[in-house]
């Protein structure tokens, strides 16, 4: 079987991330790449923001992986590209591991944030009335509904024993509301898995001190941003993590951190976060493709990049180390190697 990988190189840091990647990928085999054009960079090459035929190609994939986009702050006529391809493509669930690194991670704890990916103030419905700037803010019973779903499904998958629903409904009585009572409804289809929940500002507290009491934490969009870079920085650092958007056709993998413009095209960039999100993007097809060999790959890379960044120290600046991006790429790929 050889599967359709889209690849969207991305901005700033993306190109040289992604290529790590991509050396990854082909040493496994089995992978068609299918170049797909979008952002900043794209634009300024094509004069479009993306490939006209873009979401057509990408819903005939197996799978996207992605290099960061950029999103200026100060245009307010410019829609982020990455909500477009999560609309367009229904990535419904973001999903986002958290494993401690010994020696580099503040605590032990292995949790998993699985964030609402479409809704919430995300929807981008917002305008001024007469010196009053308003944000509309949406959860449907709908959404609600199937990303519980996908995380009860998760957490049995992955033999976890419960789901912490993360919300604020003492105080949003209708959207986390509609999000709290769909939960706990779905959740009793899932009699093996524990439901409970935390108020917002309370998981803020408690992952800082306790973190190894989650296991998977279901939460709405704009909490599970900020709740993840939260999560990213006990891990040791935003480079390290990477991320999966899960749609009923495909899915897209990326890291977890931005375009970071001050360090792009100096072989500098922190690939980790990228490699996470390809040991993801093997996961994913194993499970939805019942591939039991990309399972085992998925494992092997997990290993490659613990034993580099754990025992062999092969981390760039960020991170305090040495090691150039490619020189990152090339210790995983032996360890891989050596792993098989
Ligand atoms: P950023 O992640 O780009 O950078 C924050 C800091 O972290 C910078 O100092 C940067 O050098 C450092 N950093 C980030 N990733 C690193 C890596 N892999 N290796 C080494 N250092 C790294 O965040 P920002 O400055 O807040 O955002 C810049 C742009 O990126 C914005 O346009 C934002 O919208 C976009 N962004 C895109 C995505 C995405 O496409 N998924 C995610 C987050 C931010």
């Known amino acids: 079987m050889v599967y359709k990988i889209g690849v969207v190189r991305g901005d700033g840091i993306g190109p040289e ?89 503040l605590g032990r704890f292995d949790f998993t944030i699985v964030r609402e990916n479409l809704e919430d103030l995300y929807v981008g419905v917002e305008g001024e ?45 209708y959207t986390d509301g509609l999000l709290r009572e769909t939960f706990f409804a779905v959740a009793k289809d899932y009699p093996d898995i524990r439901a409970e929940e935390v108020l917002v500002d309370t998981s803020a507290y408690k992952l800082v001190r306790e973190p190894s009491s989650f296991r998977v934490i279901l939460t709405p969009n704009l909490y599970g941003d900020i709740l993840s ?12 993590c990477g991320s999966a958007q899960i749609g009923p056709r495909t899915a897209v993998f990326e890291p977890v951190h931005g375009v970071a413009f001050d360090i792009a095209g100096k072989n500098l960039a922190n690939p980790y976060g990228m490699l996470e999100a390809t ?14 060999s990309l399972l085992k790959w998925s494992k092997a890379l997990e290993g490659a990049i613990r034993r580099a960044v754990q025992e062999q120290g092969a981390v760039t600046p960020d991170l305090g180390g040495k090691y150039h991006t490619s020189e990152v790429g090339d210790a995983v790929l032996k360890n891989l190697s050596s792993e098989n």
């Open 279 to 292: 040991r993801l993007l093997l996961k994913y097809l194993g499970w939805s493709r019942g591939d039991s």
């Open 229 to 240: 870079d939260l999560a990213a920085a006990l891990v040791g650092g935003l480079g390290l």
């Open 17 to 105: 991330v992604v290529e790590q990647a991509l050396r990854v990928l082909s040493f496994i085999g089995n992978f068609e790449f299918v170049e797909l054009g979008i952002g900043y960079t794209y634009m300024s090459r094509h004069g479009e923001l993306y490939q006209r035929d873009f979401f057509d190609v990408a819903r005939g994939l197996d799978a996207v992986l992605k290099g960061p986009l950029n999103t200026p702050w100060d245009r307010r006529d410019f829609r982020s590209l990455n909500y477009l391809i999560r609309r367009e493509l229904d990535l419904y669930a973001n999903v986002r591991p958290f494993k401690s690194y010994e020696g580099l991670s």
């Open 129 to 173: 009335v007469g010196g009053v700037a308003v944000s509309v803010r949406f959860t449907s019973r709908q959404e609600a509904e199937r990303v519980s779903r996908f995380a009860f499904e998760y957490a049995r998958r992955e033999g976890l024993e419960k789901v912490t629903l993360v919300h604020k409904a003492n105080i949003l009585k």
